[in-house]
């Protein structure tokens, strides 16, 4: 049975390049042996935490996305807890939360397609047509806590 | 539709829900018929509005406008977050926590 999980650890700041690829070589490995696949890795750089772990301010975090059972789920989420240079790592299993997004994704264009046809129109909205958005409200930094968190 | 109703005349402006205030008009019932009618914003759902369907914890650009000052999630009496949006937005926050992209507090 193969499910989709997203991991995510946290390197120590006074980890060098090669060993965050050493541990991503790692992990791979362990992948490999138990049939699971990784889909993705994505390294994020070093970024500052939001809070000190252990007497650590920085860390590099990395993002592995990951075909394959619990059991081995399991077993990286074991090993990671023994490795000194992983300070933090979570393990989230995504696919079913995919799926429903993808659903409701689906659903709601296919409604405003159905509507859009029982008013004669094209089904698919035309550039520039309709009302113009409201101005965007994202740039709306009342709680925004400073740069350096992002 | 997923706002709160609405106090006297119709609040003018439908935009973003997130308001962070609006709370002083409450406890006003009896006064308020004296004085000029309250006008309270909206609060519309942010994620029902924009269509957000996923609410990630990677996300922190999302998730920080919920999470002020002392890094306490934002209730849904002031963010007028519907419910099912804000249990997504609390799971979320509390991963965010964990991996240290968000504080647990404020200093």
């Given at each position: 049975m193969s499910r989709k999980y997203e991991l995510v650890y946290i390197v120590s700041p006074d980890a060098t390049e090669d060993q965050v690829t050493d541990l991503h070589t790692q992990v791979d490995g362990i992948v490999q042996r138990m049939g699971g696949q990784i889909e993705k890795t994505d390294n994020w750089g070093r970024r500052r935490l939001a809070y000190e772990i252990g007497r650590h301010k920085e860390g590099t975090y990395v993002l592995e996305v990951i075909n394959g059972s619990g059991e081995l789920m399991k077993e990286i989420d074991r090993r990671l807890k023994v490795f000194?240079?992983?300070?933090r790592h979570l393990v989230v299993r995504v696919d079913d939360d995919q799926e429903v997004i993808e659903r409701t994704r689906s659903r709601r264009s296919e409604a405003s397609r159905r509507r859009r046809i029982a008013r004669g129109l094209p089904p698919d909205r035309l550039p520039g047509e309709g009302q113009r958005g409201?101005?965007?409200?994202?740039?709306?930094?009342?709680?925004d806590m400073g740069e350096d968190l992002r | 539709m997923n706002g709160r109703k609405s106090f006297?005349?119709?609040?003018s402006s439908g935009g973003g829900?997130?308001?962070?205030?609006?709370?002083?008009?409450?406890?006003q019932g009896k006064d308020a018929q004296q004085r000029r009618p309250m006008f309270r914003r909206r609060k519309v759902c942010k994620f029902c509005a924009d269509k957000i369907d996923d609410i990630n914890y990677k996300d922190t650009r999302l998730l920080?406008?919920?999470?002020p000052e002392r890094a306490k999630i934002l209730p849904r009496r002031i963010s007028g977050t519907c419910a099912m949006h804000q249990r997504k937005l609390r799971t979320a926050i509390m991963r965010a926590r964990q991996l240290a992209l968000i504080p647990y507090t404020a200093e």
């Open positions: 000194d240079l992983v300070i409201e101005p965007d409200d994202d740039r709306d930094d009342r709680f | 006297g005349g119709g609040s829900g997130r308001g962070g205030r609006g709370g002083q008009t409450a406890q920080m406008p919920f999470v």
